[in-house]
């Protein structure tokens, strides 16, 4: 049996449950009704809504926030600085960043740190790629295997490399905002904490 390793000030809510071989770091807090699959890694400063499903192989690698009602699927990444807003599916093997400039060993690069958000209704597909720093709008759906570069704002489906606008998505695949609903945003503590670049 593989055991899971899990930090005593960590915060697991109510009806939490984790699979085999999960490591959950100091510092992070997970909702209500949250299932994590086998073998997941939560990285300090990761922030779980409520309703959430994690599924086998995936991982935080920081300060990140992942709303409520949202299906992550198997091997997929969410890096540090990485906001999901409410009602998001990813995919399996979904990758996303948090670097501008890769600063390894190259100390004259300006070391920069971008903040990805993406929108409540969101639907990421399979082993898609987002660069640091983008925006997916609500209800934006991307192709599987496609390529995000720049921020994708307006509602309809995008696919390939990069990704581009392909049609409007039809109507019954949209998610409605409450009217009370405002963004997610990092406090100024957690940036200095574990941003210090953004």
């Known amino acids: 049996m593989i055991n899971n390793f899990i930090e005593g000030d960590a915060i697991l809510g109510r009806n939490y449950s984790c699979g085999y071989g999960c490591v959950i770091e100091s510092d992070v807090v997970v909702g209500d009704n949250v299932k994590l699959g086998h073998n997941v890694v939560l990285k300090s400063g990761t922030r779980f809504g409520n309703n959430i499903d994690f599924a086998d192989y995936c991982c935080t690698t920081g300060m990140c926030y992942v709303g409520n ?11 540090k600085s990485v906001i999901i807003e409410d009602n998001v599916f990813i995919g399996a093997g979904v990758m996303t960043s948090h670097t501008k400039n890769v600063y390894h060993c190259r100390p004259k690069i300006t070391r920069k740190q971008l903040i990805t958000h993406i929108y409540p209704g969101v639907v990421i597909g399979s082993h898609t790629n987002l660069v640091a720093g983008i925006t997916l709008g609500q209800n934006v759906v991307v192709g599987y295997s496609s390529l995000v570069v720049k921020d994708l704002l307006l509602s309809g489906i995008y696919f390939g490399h990069p990704a581009r606008y392909v049609m409007d998505l039809p109507e019954e695949m949209k998610v409605n905002l409450p009217l009370d609903w405002v963004p997610y945003e990092f406090s100024e503590d957690m940036l200095r904490k574990y941003l210090p670049y953004a």
Do not use: M
């Not at 009602?69 to 890096?79: C, D, E, L, M, Q």
């Open 69 to 79: 009602n949202v299906a992550v699927r198997t091997r997929s990444t969410i890096s």
